[in-house]
């Protein structure tokens, strides 16, 4: 694991097109910002760790009426 100290409004990069930039901090906690590509999934891990135990029926494509 790499461990970086940030400072408000510094930003890391991961890869060439994800930013997160320290946007503030409050006592234990810090408020992060994410810029990436529309196609990264971005998820909070708990959210993800539901998802993942969850069982979601699949979706079916809805019919638009014609015109």
Do not use: C, F, W, Y
């Not at 890869?15 to 909070?44: F, L, N, Y």
């Not at 708990?46 to 979601?56: A, F, P, S, V, Y």
């Amino acid at each position: 694991m790499l461990i970086l100290t940030r400072r408000i409004d510094e930003t890391l990069m991961i890869g060439d097109d994800i930013q997160v930039t320290v946007r503030g901090i409050k006592g234990s906690q810090i408020s992060i910002g994410i810029e990436a590509p529309k196609a990264v999934a971005v998820m909070r891990e708990e959210l993800l760790t539901h998802d993942r135990n969850q069982t979601i029926p699949p979706a079916h494509p809805t019919r638009v009426p014609a015109a």
